[in-house]
């Protein structure tokens, strides 16, 4: 069946450094790949979108990479700040009309 | 334009009752996404509706339903209910163009005693 892993323990940082975090997947070919941020009792915000043919894609301080041999995303956010704490998804699509499949999530903790 | 809304925001029922939420979707969109989300299980995908018609569904049992209605608004009831679906359900709206992100609501917590 299809899974989507994401390292689900917390991951703490230093304000400053960049944060880097994983997302694996096996048994999925997505078409799409997507990073949201979500906040204590709110619902996720997307950030970045990075299509199987792309293999990096950058906003501001946001980067993504896409490594569909790798079967893996890393998400990357460089000078990381503590208003960057939060909890981060990841989620794939088939494309078409298929849904959304998302990843459990990792708590990141950026430390003044 | 006004974000994804939903309501109630909180809610509170016991073993058996069943319930209904209600989710507005961004102005323009027609696409409506229904997810449940637990801390152990994290987002699940329950169905999406697409101009009324119901166009994916996720591994729920048939307690949980939904519609679409034609101004793109759309409900989710859960019938029987039992403790397990204590939650935080989330509704997300996407447009046909963009990069087919999501745009969520703030959810509605359920919690079932």
């Known amino acids: 069946s299809q899974k989507i892993e994401q390292n689900s323990e917390a991951l703490n940082i230093q304000e400053g450094k960049t944060a880097t975090l994983t997302c694996n997947y096996t048994n999925y070919s997505p078409a799409y790949l997507q990073w949201y941020r979500q906040d204590p009792g709110r619902g996720p915000v997307f950030l970045l979108l990075i299509r199987e043919n792309e293999k990096e894609k950058r906003k501001e301080r946001l980067k993504v990479t896409f490594d569909t041999t790798l079967k893996q995303s890393l998400f990357h956010i460089t000078a990381s700040q503590p208003a960057d704490s939060a909890t981060y998804l990841c989620a794939l699509e088939g494309g078409g009309y298929q849904k959304v499949t998302f990843g459990i999530g990792t708590k990141l903790q950026v430390i003044p | 334009k006004a974000g994804v809304t939903q309501t109630p925001r909180y809610l509170i029922k016991t073993r058996g009752q069943q319930v209904t939420l209600s989710c507005s979707p961004i102005s323009g969109h027609r696409s409506v996404s229904w997810y449940q989300q637990t801390p152990g299980q994290g987002l699940q995908f329950l169905f999406e509706?697409?101009?009324?018609?119901?166009?994916n569904k996720g591994n729920f049992p048939g307690r949980f339903s939904g519609r679409q209605f034609s101004n793109s608004r759309s409900e989710m009831n859960v019938s029987t209910l039992e403790l397990g679906d204590s939650a935080l359900y989330l509704c997300a709206s996407s447009g046909t163009g963009g990069e087919n992100e999501q745009f969520f609501g703030p959810g509605t917590r359920l919690t079932v005693l």
């Open positions: 509706y697409f101009s009324e018609t119901q166009r």
